[in-house]
T-cell receptor
Framework: EPEVTQTPSHQVTQMGQEVILRCVPI?????FYWYRQILGQKVEFLVS????????KSEIFDDQFSVERPDGSNFTLKIRSTKLEDSAMYFCASTRGGQNTGELFFGEGSRLTVL | DQQVKQNSPSLSVQEGRISILNCDYTNSMFDYFLWYKKYPAEGPTFLISISSIKDKNEDGRFTVFLNKSAKHLSLHIVPSQPGDSAVYFCAASSASGSRLTFGEGTQLTVNP
């Protein structure tokens, strides 16, 4: 069964460092997302991406964050200068079509620890 | 952000009995509601959904009920099985955007 894959599964970084989290969405999917879950808190929407551009972003997704689909298969989330509060589990998700069905396929997550 | 709220952080039921998980929302623009299940060290997995034009959707052991006037939905699992033990998230979306807004989650434990 096709699945969304994410790397790395866990990354530890120093505050101020740049981090890139990678995702390979399901191959025939067209809409891509990043969500995050800070320990003990809700899963929060960060950004959605369609047709090679951001279609929606949350208040969390400030200038420190960027997304890219560089080669038609990978979908990356970059955090330019990490802060302690960026420590969280980051989930990539994708769906085939229809922005508002909500039936997203999630990856297993990348745990980011900022020291 | 309290737009979607699951007031019970945990629920414990006996195998074979019914599990009822509840969710409340405040944003009247939400028109699509979903339940996701999450095991430790895994991402959320879609379980079942309902659009606002319906009040019930059933898929095998899982049924979701929507009460729009009360802004309340519930997930019924019957009969409950030990493999159902997981965190269940309620989520909602609106026609104006693609984001899902999640509740806090309810940890369901089904005891053999």
């Amino acid at each position: 069964e096709p699945e969304v894959t994410q790397t790395p599964s866990h990354q530890v970084t120093q505050m101020g460092q740049e981090v890139i989290l990678r995702c390979v969405p399901i191959s025939n999917h067209l809409y891509f997302y990043w969500y995050r879950q800070i320990l003990g808190q809700k899963v929060e929407f960060l950004v959605s991406f369609y047709n090679n551009e951001i279609s929606e972003k949350s208040e969390i997704f400030d200038d420190q964050f960027s997304v890219e689909r560089p080669d038609g298969s990978n979908f990356t989330l970059k955090i330019r200068s990490t802060k302690l509060e960026d420590s969280a589990m980051y989930f990539c998700a994708s769906t085939r079509g229809g922005q508002n069905t909500g039936e997203l396929f999630f990856g297993e997550g990348s745990r980011l620890t900022v020291l | 952000d309290q737009q979607v709220k699951q007031n019970s952080p945990s629920l414990s039921v006996q195998e074979g009995r019914i599990s009822i998980l509840n969710c409340d929302y405040t944003n009247s623009m939400f028109d699509y509601f979903l339940w996701y299940k999450k095991y430790p060290a895994e991402g959320p997995t879609f379980l079942i959904s309902i659009s606002s034009i319906k009040d019930k959707n059933e898929d095998g052991r899982f049924t979701v009920f929507l009460n729009k006037s009360a802004k309340h939905l519930s997930l019924h699992i019957v009969p409950s099985q030990p493999g159902d033990s997981a965190v269940y998230f309620c989520a909602a979306s609106s026609a104006s955007g693609s984001r899902l807004t999640f509740g806090e989650g309810t940890q369901l434990t089904v005891n053999p």
